[in-house]
């Protein structure tokens, strides 16, 4: 098997399909040198033998052969030779792993320099100052990549020996020293890495070869590399190449230069060549931000030649890689080098309008253009941000529990949120943790900030539903309540105070911050049209309010998909009503409180179906223990006490009596529905009546009448038949007869394991994934946060899976639903409404497993789209983006 | 299809083997009539009949004229007539279903009886009183039976006239009134029913007749039979027959009477004949009790020839049908007749004792024995028990939640408890609830009792683990903790009061009862070891301590199939250290009072190994959240501040941080172990250091590691390693190697449905049905209890789960973790440590389900080893016991 590929001259022993042996890198300077693009010559040596090198620790012995003829042919193509005191061979050796993991290895340059042949680059540049500056940078890299020399603290010795020259010498730039200051730094850097490591530099340039190749396979294996692996889910085993490529430098003069340029811009997306350039620079000098760089359009002054090859090879390049290159270049006297080209990372925007341009330019098909835009970066377009490049102060970093920025000012409770916000002013309301008593103050302010709780805390799950920006579990701020301020790094933030919160990045921002408003555009509309067409899964929304309903069906929602009635509970005016009902001491208290809720409850879905016009409307009934609507302090207590008229002794007994010792598993979902059939029959009474009433208004009304936390089929039955009843006598009395769907959730493991039995009654499954895995997992979502993050780093789980579904324990059972459920019912409807509705890699599950919809909250929905085409197409390729 | 069958004059249409059809009483008729044993002639109606006419309420048509026939060969075979003016045919009417279900449904005895007849029967039995006082009861018993008179307030209308009459007359038994006040009260109790129901009693015999067997279908479904039926998992569609069967009389003077007659003794076994008789009566003047009977004995003097003939029916009955025999008979003027007879109801002794003589009798084979006794019955036999005839002043009911009977001195707390329990002081701990705190206080004490909490409450799962007697959940008790007393029922119980408590009915007892002493005795032991001989699972028990462990070897386990570490940690001097490694800031804190530690758990386990004498014994890890270790309350929060050295405050709010919102589901099992390895390490240590203590003094050990709560084989493999290495050092440092198994509980769905991969590393699987049916179903055991009743009665769920597994969600996980379990590893030893291994019905799934064993706490080893056997043995029939 060959393992040592060459390229130059024109041609190559690889190309871009090679992707697996040559890495990203090589693969494409291989298929660069095909074309004809001009790419300084050099060999890949395959990254198949990245994973045996690492376990073994030595390298192939007929790999040495192979690259001794590599080798001689870069001689004979670049005249040159490798340790010649005239003509040296100077090379780069790179990684370039099959997947993009930029900046994530060591590279090694100016490699065959040594003491004799750092003389013949200084006669050949007539530049000494510039062979010995290489030299100097060459001999620090070589310790620090191949020895493992580091900093032991803040300062390293190399730096610490230059730094203390440049003093002496008055200079800024080490270029600026003199040859033999520079000689003299090199020799003192070979000192301190036999010094600090006990090796000796090697003067040998094929012995510094051979160091160099093993040192970027190791480099495969760095933490950060390890880190951004488990992070972007990449094998451990694919493992690195190594690219040995003849240096070109663009420091020759001002007939040199480097720069980068984006064959389109990678922000906005525009069809215009991007980028910069520096004239006599090499790579680092842009990187050492000492000079500032021009743009490229700047080029067409001083060198139209060049820009134009550059305009034709990228234009080449984009045709032929089918996307937007993202181009390294060098000139050395007056010759222009490509010295890679990628994939380029882009912002949301460029990602949605290239897509969508290149279809008009037949360079893509529709369904490669769907492929080509990562679902999670849509969230992006559809939320005020903050320009990236503007300069904030930020007081702290929390999780970036929902996304979008907004500005506000600070307010410590909901109530106070819920009054200002009422009002038209901009609050963000600042908890500790919320709570669902919190709900209309999350409701009213621009955006939630929390100190403690994870990404599915109350807070980050009911903001991601109602389209709140979110930063959740800030541990860095202090929430002093009672002085109605928040404490973070040192600093105080009082009530009233102006922040800005980014709920993208987490950041929690001082002051007012301008921000973009979002732009989703005509490319974003044409690009969902596309998804729509491919796509098999319907897409739903979870929404609770008329208002969550309009802006779900803005964003395409052809449905609800689960409206949680509790919800509804908590606003004020109701949770009253709701607590007098709980704590009636008999059925007639309950029903006479139910009486009262009832003409609200049909108010609320009154509003939805007219706002869902026809579309179905998935109703979930009463769902959390009653004891979450109950007050929790003394002082509350007390209130709610002389409300109701009953004694504060025996209230707060009755609620302490409530209290369950873990509620996720208690007395909740239809099991308040058999205990207390009386509040099944309330919800159904207002669900009909509102679906007459909107019905006697010639709109079309689709209600889906669902039944949670079910375990045995038993319960729905006897839910079922409460609905049922309800229904005929509603119709009954309306004289009319809507259309309806009695279903429930699958959201326990039994009701998976049975959903054979259940679906004898059941007209349609939605699968409850969030207390499916709670429950799969026996896992809290609420106490996880103790010791999920260790798991997620040890990698014993390799995502959250409250946030991409648990396929193997979590989606092993979801398929057993499915397949039991329709071996009853071959024609069951089947959805999902847990979080991972909205997730891209859990909705591909989802569309593989044969479910007919997801629901996901309003500002997913275009995601879920845009993912359930691309699960529906497959072969959509994964490309590299912002 | 035949459905009536007719019996008579030595032959029958049906036999024993028709019970489906004819019902047990039916059945045992016609086999009766068959082996020329004297029963009144009569035929049955097939309750296969019953259902469909619940459904339709109407009787076949055909059915008319069979029964037509029936009563033709009855009045011939009798000489008798239906209606007749001369020589009428009486006959009783009774239910009697396929399933033995004693006095739930409904008899009319006598019908036949008019104006007209009433006359005959008066010259017949030349007994005019006798003859009216039959048709009085027949028309009261039709009104209440066939029109559903009932009464509406204490005394019925009915039995309202009749007192009146008496008062009037003087009489104490309506048998006493003349025949003119006996027909008289027959024409009022007429008129009643028509006033009441609007019926009119019928005076046709034919229409007496019909009427009588709807009835008796009908009251298959009575409140109370359908009761009985789901307290004994008896189908709703079995139904009833009907039997009709010419009336013979025991009081026709002093050579009549009636009896009841058992084989052998109910209560002892013991094969003499048992059971009482009364001359010139009829049976119910037995129950009435106005007159007492006299003992079978007594029948040698008065009717010697009688008695023969009933010693040698019995004995043939006997024979015939294997078992004890429940006989009732009617003596008519000199002649036998045998009414019933069924299989006797006996106590668990006599169950023992019955089945291992029958054996020795050659009536039954060793596995007959084995399927005859109850295997629940037997944990009677192991407690002290209290005389069921002794009058006892019952203060309360409560669960029985442990069994047994205990005396003691009641005590509210833990520590008095502790402390006067180890002075040999018997005491009971009374308490609202009790926590893992109350640990040393339990085991000190001789019974607990407890005001709240279910079956599987912590006070009553560690009760029945370590054999106290436990009542639980007495709502009837008020504990006030402040004052040292309970008040239940208006009462007042001090502390040092004497108590008795019952757990095996769940009775709380004033004053102190003298206790029957347990005494499972020879025949005990010989039916336990031909249970050993057949069952294929092996029983283990779960055990913490030494005496636990030396228990249950006493009662026959054969090894501990789980030793929950953390029970350790909570005795006295144990529980401080536990709570400063807890608090500990840093791992150097942790480890330092983990050190202190570990010599205790050595010695603790030095114990068990010792006791278990080379018996696998298995060792879970730590289990429970750490919180549930920590002081609860201000003050003992205060004590433990103190003690540690750290500010109240901070250990406030640290234990309030700790506080988990599910602790069910969150911070426990080897998730401990994995975020604090340390912890895993010092018990493997422990572990490993006993075992080579006790190996060192030439007793054999087998220890089996078992890691808690694994959802993914990466955790499994995690704690793995680390308990590997551990025990290699301990092996290296003591120069002996001890031969020990590492293996896992499977009680998350996800191990289950992940099992293939865990088998891979793990060694054994244990399934901890407790924790897997809380997360299968969603059910907290702590709070279940709120609406588990109401679902058990509604018949939603048939069983309480975490007392019966659940097959068709639990079992399924079950299995299918066993099969991927044994596709990696067909030789993988798997047993389950949950309450259930306890449980007869479950033990038959778990044999079912391809277990090698199962463990549950010392005292349910016999029941396990018994049912274990049964579930091997399979066709072991159902027999109906006391």
Redesign the interface.
């Given at each position: 098997m060959q393992t040592v590929f060459f390229f130059g001259n024109g041609q190559a022993d690889g190309s871009a399909q090679m992707k697996d042996v040559l890495g990203g890198k090589g693969a494409n300077l291989h298929e660069m040198t095909r074309l004809g693009i001009p790419v300084p010559p050099g060999f890949t040596i395959s990254a198949t033998l990245c994973s045996p090198y690492l376990r073994e620790r030595r390298l192939p012995d007929d790999l040495r052969s192979d690259v001794t003829t590599a080798v001689a042919q870069l001689e004979s193509v670049t005249g040159r030779d490798l340790g010649g005191a005239e003509a040296p061979l100077l090379v780069s050796v790179r990684s370039g792993a099959p997947v993009s993991m930029p900046g994530m290895m060591d590279t090694i340059l100016n490699l065959g320099l040594n003491d004799t042949t750092v003389e013949a680059l200084a006669a050949q540049s007539a530049n000494p100052a510039f062979a010995y500056d290489s030299y100097r940078r060459f001999a620090q890299m070589y310790g620090e990549v191949v020895f493992g020399l580091t900093a032991a603290n803040e300062e390293s010795p190399i730096e610490h020996a230059t730094e203390e020259l440049k003093r002496l010498r008055g200079v800024e730039r080490e270029i600026d020293l003199d040859p033999a200051d520079l000689a003299e730094l090199v020799q003192t850097i070979k000192r301190v890495i036999h010094d600090e490591t006990g090796k000796v530099f090697p003067d040998d340039p094929w012995e510094q070869l051979w160091g160099a190749v093993e040192a970027v396979f190791r480099s495969w294996n760095t933490k950060r590399a390890m880190a951004y692996r488990r992070a972007h889910h990449i094998g451990d085993a694919v493992g690195t190449a190594v690219n040995v490529v003849a240096m070109v430098y663009g420091n020759m003069g001002e007939d040199s230069g480097t720069g980068v340029v984006f064959t389109r811009n990678p922000s906005t997306g525009e069809p215009t060549l991007f980028g910069e350039f520096l004239p006599n620079a090499q790579g680092e000098d842009v990187v050492a931000g000492t000079r500032t760089p021009e743009p490229i359009s700047a080029m067409t002054k001083i060198w139209p030649g060049i820009e134009g090859q550059l305009r034709e090879m990228g234009r080449m390049l984009e045709r032929h890689f089918r996307d937007v290159q993202d181009i390294e270049f060098t000139v050395e006297r007056g010759k222009l080098y490509l010295l890679q080209t990628r994939g380029a990372k882009r912002s949301a925007q460029a990602a949605v309008r290239v897509a969508v341009d290149m279809v008009a330019e037949a360079l893509l098909s529709e369904q490669d253009a769907v492929g080509r835009v990562d679902p999670d970066q849509l969230e992006r377009l559809l939320h005020p941000t903050i320009d990236p490049d503007l300069e904030v102060d930020v007081l702290a970093t929390g999780l970036p529990a929902s996304p979008g920025a907004a500005v506000g000012r600070v307010v410590f409770d909901a109530d106070t949120a819920a009054e200002r916000g009422a009002d038209g002013e901009p609050v963000i309301l600042v908890r500790r943790e919320t709570n669902p008593d919190d709900f209309h103050g999350m409701l009213a302010a621009e955006a939630i900030l929390t100190e403690r709780g994870g990404m599915t805390s109350h807070a980050a799950v009911v903001a991601r539903g109602i389209g709140k920006a979110c930063v959740a579990g800030c541990k860095e701020v202090h929430v002093d309540e009672a002085h109605r301020r928040f404490e973070v790094n040192g600093r105080m933030v009082a009530e009233d105070d102006w922040i800005t919160i980014d709920g993208s990045s987490g950041r929690v921002i001082a002051g007012s911050v301008t921000l973009t408003a979002p732009a989703p555009g005509e490319h974003f509309e044409q690009l969902m049209q596309w998804a729509d067409k491919f796509r098999m899964l319907r897409v739903r929304a979870n929404a609770d309010t008329p208002a969550d309903a309009a802006r779900a069906v803005e964003f395409g929602a052809e449905g609800i998909g689960l409206c949680r009635t509790e919800h509804m509970f908590f606003e004020e005016g109701r949770i009253e009503i709701v607590r007098e009902m709980i704590v009636a001491k008999n059925l007639a208290g309950r029903r006479k409180a139910l009486g009262r809720l009832l003409p609200i409850q049909r108010g609320d879905f009154v509003g939805l179906f007219r706002a869902m016009d026809g579309r179905p409307v998935t109703i979930r009934l009463l769902d959390p223990p009653l004891h979450e609507f109950l007050p929790k302090t003394d002082e509350e207590i007390k209130r709610l006490a002389d409300t109701i008229g009953v004694g504060f002794e025996e209230l707060r007994n009755f609620i302490s009596v409530l209290t369950?010792?873990?509620?996720?598993?208690?007395?909740r979902g239809c099991?308040l529905g058999?205990?207390f059939p009386e509040i099944t029959e309330m919800q159904a009474e207002a669900i009909f009546e509102a679906a007459c009433d909107v019905a006697d208004d010639g709109i079309e009304v689709m209600p889906e009448v669902m039944v949670p936390?079910v375990?045995?089929a038993?319960?729905f039955d006897?839910q079922a038949s409460v609905v049922r009843a309800t229904a005929e006598q509603v119709f009954a009395r309306r004289g009319r007869h809507v259309e309806y769907l009695l279903g429930t959730m699958i959201?326990?493991?039994?009701a998976a394991?049975?959903a054979d039995?259940i679906a004898e009654t059941a007209e349609f499954f939605s699968f409850g994934t969030n207390?499916l895995t709670?429950?799969?997992?026996?896992?809290?979502r609420?106490?996880?946060g103790?010791?999920l993050p260790?798991?997620v780093e040890?990698?014993?789980?390799p995502d959250n899976p409250f946030q991409t579904i648990?396929r193997?324990?979590?989606g092993?059972?979801v398929e057993t639903g499915i397949r039991l459920g329709r071996e009853t019912n071959p024609k069951l409807k089947i959805g999902i409404c847990g979080e991972h509705g909205g997730d891209p890699r859990s909705i591909r599950f989802f569309h593989e497993a044969g479910m007919n919809y997801v629901s996901c909250s309003p500002f997913r929905v275009p995601i879920a789209r845009l993912a359930a085409a691309q699960a529906a197409l497959k072969d959509a390729p994964a490309v590299s983006q912002v």
């Open positions: 369950e010792v873990n509620p996720m598993l208690g007395h099991r058999i205990t936390l375990g045995f038993e319960e006897r959201e326990l493991p039994r394991l049975t039995k207390d709670q429950t799969t997992l026996g896992l809290s609420d106490d996880a103790r010791f260790a798991y040890f990698g014993i789980i648990d193997d324990g979590v092993a059972l």
